[in-house]
């Protein structure tokens, strides 16, 4: 049984409780961070923390630790759980209230860590996907745990056996329910540009300093539907899966659905920038 992390105690996940009263429980008012663990080592883990910090700072929960205590949190919580590949959950709430939608004055955060052990996979990994209007709201920016609007896109695909849903806003690409997009055709890699309608991916950030590193130019820039469509080669991208790549959209091949060259060159030198990087 794994060991979490529950308000300045370590303690078994099965037996973690929170009040009713958090404001993470009542109103989903929370942000949460994601990030893998390989033997104790963590990958991109400033980028996390600062991700997590701006999160913080956008919905004015102040930071409950500083990133070398959160670097201590993290690898005592990955000793505790046998150091194996771990992908480790943070959530922050901002704390137990009474229920009222002003944000209360004197309120404790409540920081909650999990990890669950990350699948070994073959990479890249293929899947297929939907693609469906994005109807979340104006601050995807923000990694809330309000997930509804993803929830309900996810569990589309699910019915659609499909992996994830891509999302299109106005006639353009924004991003995937619990993924980053990079689009390619005729030689090119695109990318929509962050915005406060996608989530400044941690993933993305590295695939585009990959890309650098080989040379590939990537346009980060607003992708319009027919680019989507018409892409000879699509991937996702996301702390716990890397880079994956889509071989049927809405059940059309894309490209021959059949080969990635570009995806597995990116992939493989992804996956080895991922090795050297890692921090303990
Ligand atoms: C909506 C959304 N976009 C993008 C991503 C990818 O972000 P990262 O690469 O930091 O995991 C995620 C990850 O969960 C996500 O939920």
Known sequence: ???CFLNNEYVLLSEAKVSVLDRGFIFGDAVYEVLPGFGGKFFALAQHL???NDNLNKVSIDPPYSSKE???LLA???EKNGNSDLSFYI???RGVAERNHFFPMDCEPTVFVMCTNLKSSSNPLIKSCITRSDNRWGRCDIKTTSLLPNLMLKNEALLSD?????LLKNG???EGASSNVFVVSKGRVKTPEVSNFILPGVTRDFVLQVLNELGITCERRTVITAELFDACEIWLTSSTNDLIGINLLNGKPVGNGQEYPMLERVSSAFTE???RSLTS
Do not use: G
């Open 1 to 3: 049984m794994s060991i």
């Open 50 to 52: 600062e991700r997590l």
């Open 70 to 72: 959160w670097e201590e």
């Open 76 to 78: 005592t919580l990955s």
């Open 91 to 93: 959530q922050v709430t």
């Open 162 to 166: 499909a992996f994830e849903v891509i």
């Open 172 to 174: 353009m690409l924004t």
């Open 273 to 275: 920038a991922k090795m």
